[in-house]
């Protein structure tokens, strides 16, 4: 019989969308915390399944597991939201800041593109009228 809000490393997989391997990973460098285990299974709780969703949106804004892992251990430092949240501010706008500068290099790149497109076409036009 399953346990109330307890989870195996394959349901939790399912239900964060990502693979057992990269849940035992993030285990293994300490940015989900060992569940307990029973029966010799891993059981996740659903604060497990908070942390790993949390853990998905970071890496979707941009932020290295070394990052997630300076977080963590200042929350566990520091036991408040207050600090981490903090850091997590600075580390944000470093990302945005390198995101609009890549954008910039980016929007740069595609004039360059077009510019010399458009003179090689050019360059076609005049040979095709010889």
Do not use: C, W
């Not at 501010?89 to 290099?105: C, F, P």
Request: glycine fraction near 4%; avoid cysteine; hydrophobic fraction near 35%.
């Amino acid at each position: 019989m399953k346990e109330e809000n307890s989870y195996t490393v394959g349901e939790l997989a399912e239900a964060v969308e990502l693979s057992p391997r990269t849940i035992r990973y993030y285990e293994e460098i300490g940015l989900l915390d060992h569940p307990r285990r029973k029966a010799n299974r891993r059981l996740y709780t659903n604060e497990d399944l908070r942390r790993l969703k949390f853990i998905k949106r970071l890496k979707l804004l941009g932020l290295s597991l070394a990052e997630m892992a300076e977080l963590k251990n200042i929350y566990r430092i520091h036991q408040s939201n207050e600090k981490v949240l903090v850091r997590l501010l600075e580390l944000l706008d470093n990302h945005a800041g390198r995101l609009s500068e890549n954008i910039a290099a980016l929007s740069q790149l595609q004039r360059e593109i077009e510019a010399y497109r458009d003179r090689i076409g050019y360059k076609l036009k005049q040979g095709n009228s010889q």
